[in-house]
């Protein structure tokens, strides 16, 4: 008896632990997948939801009740404002006849307006909101968000997937600014010595903003354009696709880049595919004075060679001295990369390469006296550059068959 | 009539839940607070602490047999003076459980139920603790052999994909603020050593309790492993610098990472985990703080204690803090290790002062034949 009465209280409890009151259900509730943020003129916040369309044929959908929604678009965008981030998405539920959640969102978008004022106050909610997961990818769009939220992208279902797709993939190849975790830029805000960086998207003229178009006639709707740098939370500037290559060979997390260059002796062409890259830094101080010593070593492959003429031309690769000539070449390539993208920053005033957070690890006492007027030592930093690449791969044929 | 017994294994695996809860619930907001990057040099320290109190609390268990600290209080210091002091120790008890109730339900009601009442959060985790309670310690045992090895699993796999986030310049430099802040940060987790006052109460039900003290060291050496690779991994994968602003860094830690772009949302982990040490912490206190009351007041059997007192668990859960920033003020190091010792640590100091003298000079009391606990 006693243990039957012990499994009935059990089984009471059961029903009373499923969470009656936050019971929602699933039909009522629609996932943003992309938040876009942007600035008015009166300081307002404008926020833009992507929603994957719950009635629309695409997803999977269609009418509950009747009703034709053979025509309803596969993402929905909801623009509202409010006067701070959190109002402006909770004002988009006043023309939304769902719930709405925010914990599938996959991709945080930032006008450049909001970026050049500053991003603290979404970076607050972002980091406070338990929705949302900071494992997600963030660019700065250069163009129209809305814009580039409601047009069609060709190959993928939604601009969002789209845009997530070319961050983890398209910019591992292209040596543009690639995205991480908005995390791991993040961390950097209070980290003595060290800015964030985030990929810019600008909006091509491909981008109609209807979201139709005959698929046929599709044209892309935005490329990866290098990346901003930040000082805390504003946007100082840009960083060209060059810079943010040599931004990533820095940070050694650079995967693969193309490089195209003269062939020695010749006023002809070859084109490089650098890999195996393994850029580092380390800080030193000598005689005194601060400097920072960038290191990469690489491997390069050929993938083609063209003549002016456009005609194949006899370059022996075979003869060790072009090859030896083809690597210095490249490792001075690789290397004006990395000093475009020093300048840059150092032009900019702002640490993007952690360069301070390097003597602050290294040389913590010295770090305290130089924490305050960093920003400035660091527009005068010396940096010297050791480049190295170890071998040229030839593909599948030594030299081009006149 | 039988005599309830939990093995030294079962001991083992409770003070590990309860110790290592609390440390993933809590902890690296601590450890981070002032030691920064080096927290986890000040969570090795805080182990040894935490052993030797296991040591300390529990040392006095293995003078008096078979006695709880409720019983061998009055047998040192007489009967008024030890039902004082007693009153202290089950106001740690009550105090114990009600504080990591009102964690939990705080990081359920806030994160994921937000709707329900706060007061329905905590009431469904005592009405099950304290059920728990009435079927008594072998069934606490046992619930704590079976969520065991799950609870392992959890904080385990928890740390391991937290590895993936994990950047070691963040730990970077070591010691450049000195010793100064590393030494301050051992303060809260000796502060939460306190939970091994069960032990003090649960080595008389042991099958062996003459290796009580050895298992609650073992616990504490555990538990404080736990606490050391949290203390890596927590401002290794966040920076010190932003780690220590998060309210529940292990958990925003599992929510964070992402080992691939498929596996991910992790966070459940550590809330299943955390739901289980809590089931066993809430019944053990509500166990140890019943029994010890029903010795106090000279009854047989602790049960029809249990109901008033899981009423009272969950008033005081409720009533105790008007928000979490109140519990995080508990927790501060310059007002938890000054409460705990007044409570707890100073007690027991009295109790070895008083001991020491009494076995120099010969007046130790006897310790009265005791068969265990009995029940119908």
């Known amino acids: 008896m006693r243990r039957f009465a012990f499994a009935v209280i059990l089984a009471l409890l059961m029903l009373i632990n499923t969470g009656c009151w936050d019971y929602r259900e699933p039909g009522e509730i629609v996932h943003a997948i992309a938040l876009g943020f942007d600035i008015d003129d009166d300081g307002q916040y404008i926020v833009h939801l992507l929603f994957p369309n719950p009635v629309s044929p695409a997803t999977g959908g269609g009418a509950e009740t009747g009703g034709s929604t053979e025509n309803q678009p596969p993402t929905v965008t909801i623009t509202s404002v409010g006067q701070t981030p959190m109002l402006a998405i909770t004002n988009a539920a006043l023309f939304i006849p769902r719930n709405i959640s925010l914990a599938h969102v996959r991709l945080i978008l930032f006008s450049t307006r909001l970026a050049r004022e500053g991003l603290a106050p979404v970076i607050d909610l972002l980091k406070r909101e338990p929705e949302i997961r900071l494992s997600i990818n963030s660019v700065i769009v250069e163009g129209d968000i809305k814009t580039l939220l409601t047009s069609t992208t060709p190959m993928e279902s939604s601009p969002a997937m789209g845009l997530n797709r070319l961050l983890n993939l398209g910019a591992d190849v292209s040596g543009a600014l690639f995205a991480g975790p908005i995390l791991d830029e993040f961390v950097k805000l209070p980290r003595p010595g060290h800015e964030m960086t985030i990929t810019r998207v600008t909006v091509l003229s491909g981008a109609k903003g209807d979201g139709g178009g005959e698929a046929s006639q599709l044209q892309p709707t935005a490329m990866l354009n290098g990346g901003g740098a930040f000082l805390g939370t504003k946007l100082m500037g840009w960083l060209s696709p060059r810079e943010a290559a040599g931004y990533h060979l820095i940070q050694g997390d650079l995967r693969v880049y193309f490089k195209n260059l003269i062939v020695p002796g010749t006023e002809d062409f070859f084109t490089v595919e650098i890999r195996q890259m393994a850029g580092s830094f380390k800080p030193e101080i000598k005689d005194g004075e601060l400097q920072i010593r960038i290191s990469v070593k690489a491997r390069a492959a050929i993938h083609d060679i063209v003549g002016r003429s456009m005609e194949q031309v006899p370059v022996l690769l075979t003869d060790p001295d072009v090859t030896t000539s083809m690597r210095e070449r490249v490792a001075e390539a690789i290397k004006e990369d990395l000093v475009l993208a020093v300048e840059r920053a150092q032009e900019l005033g702002t640490d993007i390469f952690g360069f301070g957070f390097a003597f602050y690890r290294k040389f913590p006492k010295v770090w305290a006296e130089l924490e305050n007027d960093w920003p400035e030592i660091f527009k005068k930093l010396k940096v010297e550059y050791e480049v190295e690449v170890h071998a040229i791969r030839p593909g599948l044929m030594f030299t081009p068959i006149p | ?376």
């Open chain 2, 1 to 376: 009539m039988k005599v309830e017994k939990i093995s030294n294994r079962q001991l083992l695996f409770i003070l590990f839940m309860i110790q290592s809860t609390i440390i993933l619930s809590t902890l690296p907001v601590f450890t981070t607070g002032n030691a920064d990057q080096n927290a986890w040099i000040a969570a090795i320290m805080s182990t040894f602490g935490m052993v030797a109190i296991a040591a300390y609390i529990g040392g006095l268990s293995l003078k008096f047999p078979g006695l709880t600290v409720i019983e061998y209080s009055s047998l040192l210091l007489g009967k008024y003076a030890g039902a004082f002091f007693s009153f202290s120790f089950l106001w740690v008890f009550l105090h114990i459980a009600a504080t990591d109730t009102r964690i939990y339900a705080d990081l359920i009601g806030g994160q994921f139920l937000r709707e329900t009442s706060f007061t329905f959060i905590i009431t469904v985790m005592v009405v099950l603790s304290a059920l728990a309670v009435y079927m008594g310690i072998e069934t606490i045992g046992r619930a704590a052999d079976a969520l065991f090895p799950w609870f392992l699993l959890f904080v385990l796999l928890s740390l391991g994909v937290s590895l993936t986030g994990f950047d070691i310049q963040n730990l970077q430099p070591v010691l450049a603020q000195g010793w100064g802040p590393v030494l301050s940060s051992t303060a809260s987790p000796i502060g939460f050593a306190a939970h091994v006052i069960a032990l003090t109460m649960l080595i008389p039900a042991l099958n062996k309790p003459e290796k009580g003290v050895t298992v609650g060291m073992q616990a504490m050496l555990a538990a404080g492993i736990i606490l050391t690779m949290a203390a890596v991994l927590v401002p290794g994968v966040f920076g010190p610098q932003h780690g220590k602003y998060l309210r529940y860094p292990f958990f925003t830690m599992l929510k964070t990472v992402s080992p691939t772009q498929f596996f991910e949302r992790f966070d459940v982990l550590s809330v299943l985990a955390w739901g289980f040490g809590l089931f066993i912490d809430v019944a053990v206190y509500l166990y140890c703080g019943s029994i010890g009351l029903s010795q106090l007041m000279g009854l047989r059997d602790n049960r029809p204690l249990i109901g008033p007192m899981a009423v009272i668990w969950v008033i005081v859960a409720v009533s105790s803090y008007d928000d979490i920033f109140d519990v995080l003020r508990l927790f501060q190091p310059h007002v938890l290790l000054p409460y705990v010792t007044t409570f707890l640590y100073l007690p027991f100091l009295l109790l070895w002062l008083v001991y020491l003298v009494r076995y120099f000079t010969g007046t130790l009391p006897a310790v009265p034949a005791k068969k265990g606990k009995e029940r119908s």
